[in-house]
């Protein structure tokens, strides 16, 4: 199973020196039966960039719980063991949501998803919308969703480590 992991590069740095990441439970997004559900016409690549995508959203909160990250979203994908990852659907907006019981090794980790740094002014500001668009606001959620228009580049993880250089 396919899984998207939202990060952050403060984080990638640390898989890269403990070899994992966690404490469980660890959470991350992928091709879920509400998932499917919710997406019905959509095929396998459609549904996982969906994943993806809701994993790049959930790493701007992590960019907002450590201001001192660079701002650009990390999503990274891995390759975990079917019944590893357990769907637990937290609400409607989340159908992609699942929790892994265990560290995710980075052995398991296939590619990492990065924002280019000429993304990080979008970024930031998507951050800082972040409150005001949870309350409803239409004008920060605009700006929220603008960091969507910019696509993450992808890494091998062989090239990972150059890139934190």
């Known amino acids: 199973m396919r899984v998207y992991l939202p990060s952050t590069l403060p984080a990638l740095a640390e898989l890269l020196r403990t070899g994992e990441i966690g404490p469980p439970p660890v959470h991350g997004f992928a ?16 549904l996982e960039y969906v994943a993806l995508m809701h994993a790049a959203r ?34 409607p907006d989340d159908p992609a949501l699942v929790t892994i019981g265990s560290p995710v090794p980075l052995r398991d980790v296939v590619s990492a998803h990065i924002d280019d740094p000429s993304a990080a002014v979008a970024i930031s500001a998507a951050v800082a919308a972040l409150p005001a668009a949870d309350a409803g606001d ?27 250089a």
């Open 31 to 46: 091709v879920t039966p509400a998932l499917r559900e919710w997406y019905s016409s959509g095929d396998v690549e459609e």
């Open 58 to 91: 959930r790493s701007l909160r992590l960019l907002a719980a450590d201001p001192s990250a660079p701002q650009r979203r990390v999503v990274l994908a891995a390759e975990l063991t079917d019944g590893l990852a357990g769907g637990q659907e937290i609400g």
């Open 138 to 164: 239409d004008d920060a959620r605009f700006v929220v969703d603008g960091a969507e228009g910019y696509e993450l580049l992808w890494y091998a993880t062989q090239e990972i480590s150059d890139l934190l």
